[in-house]
């Protein structure tokens, strides 16, 4: 889109120079990138491209500057552009900066210096893609408001009715976030963010979506894939693994929050296991109804991670932290039809299921990560 801005924020020139180096060759056909030395600059900066109705689709500041601070920078961007992706690039594990950032900057992931290239793509492309899926749906949002505030005005009249909208958005709520934070978001008005030091989380992404997705009517493609997904729901429900989100076609669940266990592991990996064996069932069935299969590959990692909710309106329940990136990395490398973990999750589940070592993948901020594919029986 050429009214789209990617921006980066960070005192050291070599820094930018080198995002925007990366950035360009990636995005520059379709998105402008611009620099700024400092957070006030920046903030200068997106006054003006608002005002020439630029999107702002992310941002990626560095923490550690000279007046404010990456977290800071990113909180007042927020109140001026809340549907900007924000990406916090720091150098040092400041959990306190980056829980402050979720808090009040809506803080879409951090990035370790020196960034991984491969991690730094796939987070700014996921980060366009959805706020771009955002902006589709602000219209239908605005009608389903409209809605609501109409149907609130019968319930108004209607005491019976009344009741029962308020067990529906109950339900609605449960539906969106964990019972335990849902619980705590309605006695408290929020919910605290917390730090995990054990949880699994699981990816999933069809392959060939993108050509399918081109082949079929947006109400196929929103059938089918309503289809899949509430499959997974129903098999991570059982595995006790809370849903976290979908993009586009990828869909992401976790184990061990927001109650921690000893078992999240497992279960990540039984899940995984379930969800593969009833893509192959449903694309059997497909076969023989002449309809085209979609492909799935499974990546599990577990580590620390940082998990919280997100916004005030529509909200949101999410994680944060080198887990989530690992567990995207696991799913991108495996293989169509299999789960693959890394050397993480297969230290835990190795007595429980049979694994086989496939090789090394080299993991920002860890180095080179053993990977294992957990045989299907």
Not at 7 to 15: A, H
Not at 43 to 60: C, E, N, W
Not at 111 to 118: G, M
Not at 330 to 338: D, F, L, P, Q, S
Request: glycine share 6%.
């Amino acid at each position: 889109m050429e009214n789209a801005v990617i921006l980066c924020i960070d005192d050291e020139r070599v820094v930018l120079n080198g995002l925007q180096s990366q950035l360009s060759r990636e995005f520059g056909v379709q998105y402008s990138i611009e620099l700024a030395e400092s957070g006030e600059e920046a903030l200068a900066l997106i006054a003006d491209l608002q005002k020439a109705g630029h999107h702002i689709p992310i941002v990626i500041s560095d923490q550690v500057m000279p007046g404010l601070k990456g977290h800071e920078v990113l909180k007042h961007i927020h109140k001026v552009s809340p549907s900007t992706y924000n990406v916090l690039l720091t150098g040092q594990s400041d959990f306190e900066a980056v829980t402050e950032a979720i808090n009040y900057a809506n803080l879409y992931r951090y990035i370790a210096k020196p960034w991984e290239s491969n991690d730094l793509i796939m987070t700014v492309r996921e980060a366009i893609k959805g706020y771009f899926q955002d902006k589709q749906l602000e219209e239908q949002n605005r009608l389903l408001e409209r809605h609501n505030k109409e149907l609130e005005k019968l319930v108004e009249e209607r005491t019976v009715e009344l009741t029962n909208e308020k067990r529906k958005s109950d339900e609605l709520l449960l539906n969106i976030l964990p019972e335990q934070i849902a619980s705590e978001l309605k006695q408290k008005g929020e919910a605290t963010s917390r730090h995990y030091q054990m949880v699994s989380v699981l990816f999933t992404d069809f392959q060939g979506f993108t050509k399918s997705a081109s082949e079929i009517t947006p109400q196929e493609l929103i059938l089918t894939l309503n289809e899949c997904f509430s499959a997974f729901d129903d098999i991570i429900g059982r595995h006790n693994l809370e849903k976290i989100k979908t993009i586009g076609d990828a869909y992401m669940c976790a184990g061990g929050l927001p109650a921690s266990n000893t078992t999240n592991a497992y279960d990540a990996v039984a899940a995984a296991i379930e969800i593969n064996d009833w893509v192959t069932n449903w694309n059997a069935n497909r076969i023989q109804q002449k309809l085209e299969t979609w492909e799935i590959r499974i990546g599990v990692h577990t580590g620390p991670i940082i998990a919280g909710v997100i916004g005030k309106k529509k909200f949101a329940y999410d994680v944060w932290g080198d887990a989530v990136n690992i567990a995207a990395r696991m799913e991108e490398a495996g293989e169509i039809g299999k789960v693959n973990i890394s050397q993480e999750t297969y230290m835990l589940v190795k007595d429980e299921f049979k694994c086989t070592y496939r090789g090394k993948l080299t993991a920002k901020g860890k180095g080179e990560v053993d990977m294992y594919f957990v045989e299907m029986t």
